[in-house]
Structure formats: C-alpha cells, structure tokens
C-alpha cells in the first residue's frame, strides 16, 4: 500500500506539544508506512520548544518525524487573555502553514515513491487550521491533550450553553453541583475550569 504523510499542528506551548508527541511516536511505530511532519508554532523567545525538538531529533531512532518550524516574533502586547491571543496566532499562521504543506507536497513528488498527504491532525485549539486540509481535500482529526472524562465535562457544558441556553458565566457564585455524564460523581461548581465561567474565555472554548 502506498505510504502516507500526516501533518500534524500542535498549538503554542510545551505541554500540548509534548502531547501530540507521544501520538506521533505511537503512530510511526504502528505502520512503517507513515511518516509524519509537525508544524511548530512558536510564540517569540520560547527556548523550551527548542531545546525539546532538538532532544527529540537526537534521541528519536525513527527518521519519519520531521519538524518544521514555524518562528514567530509575535507577542501578547494586548490585555487579552492568552487563549484569546493564541486563537488570533493560529489564524495569522493559516498561510504559512498552507504554503510549507504546499512544499512539502511538491518536494515529495520528486521521490520515486512520494507518499500520499492523508490528513491533518490538529491540536484542540488549532480548529482554525481545518480550512487548510479543507484546501488540500483532505480531512482533519482534532487531538484532544486532556482527558475522556474532561472532554465530556466540555461537550455537557457545550450543551448547556448551546441547547439549553444557559449562561455558564453566570454560575461562577452558584452552590450548585451538575450531573457529567462521563464523571463518576456530581461535580460541584466551585472547582469548574474557570475558563468555563468567564467572559473573557468561555467565548474562545466554545468556539473551539
């Protein structure tokens, strides 16, 4: 069968590309058909991201993981709250990110046998890089860095808010629990994600 290239978009930040990671190593060692490249965006002076892809590329025995890097000089200037800020970054990046698959597309046309681009896989926060696949015609996977049972938490507040139209910001003083169904048991208010009960950021984890 004929070989396949992932892309895969991790969003800003160490902990979620260390995540995404541990999936990419996963699948390359499952099917050694699969090579994949992961787009790193960086935000400006973050010498973590860095000094981890270095490590990997030293230490990694697979040579079907390639980085691209994608630096950037852009900083947080704003008051915004810094999910708001990395959502903008992920949308200004679309272009660049389109035209390095571009070249990437073209430079593996040159091999004899050049793998096919499957699909994107994209960080939660990186929903914004689905018209990109949406451009190349091929479909995207969206990695989730938490938990089942956080993800579920989510889509019930999704639910709340969409279907049920209820104002999760306005829970933030309520002593109340809720009923998840992917929690064992009730969950009270008062250890919600705050992110979940604030103007500010609820708005950008809904829209994700």
């Known amino acids: 069968m004929k070989k396949a290239e992932l892309v895969l978009v991790p969003s800003p930040g160490i902990g979620h590309l260390a995540s995404m990671m541990e999936l990419a190593k996963l699948l390359v060692d499952r099917d050694d058909r699969v090579s994949i490249t992961v787009i790193i965006i960086r935000l400006a002076l973050d ?7 270095e490590s990997l590329t030293a230490s990694s025995k697979s040579t079907r993981i390639q980085f691209i890097d994608l630096p950037s000089d852009k900083t947080n200037t704003s008051n915004d709250h810094p999910s708001k800020f990395v959502t903008s970054l992920i949308e200004s990046e679309k272009p660049h990110v389109k035209e390095f698959v571009s070249k990437l597309i073209t430079q593996s046309e040159l091999n004899p046998n050049p793998p096919r681009l499957a699909c994107f896989v994209l960080d939660m926060f ?76 609820l708005p950008v984890v809904l829209y994700h």
Do not use: W
Request: overall charge negative.
């Open 126 to 201: 990186c929903t914004g890089m689905i018209d990109v696949a949406n451009e190349f015609g091929v479909p995207s996977y969206i990695y989730f860095t938490s938990s089942a049972a956080f993800l579920g938490f989510q889509f019930h507040m999704q639910d709340l808010h969409d279907k049920q139209e209820v104002d999760l910001t306005e829970l933030k003083d309520v002593d109340a629990e809720f009923e998840i169904p992917t929690l064992v048991n009730p969950l009270p208010v008062k250890v919600f994600p705050s992110v979940m009960l604030s103007k500010d950021t």
């Open 47 to 53: 010498s973590k991201i860095s000094r981890y892809t």
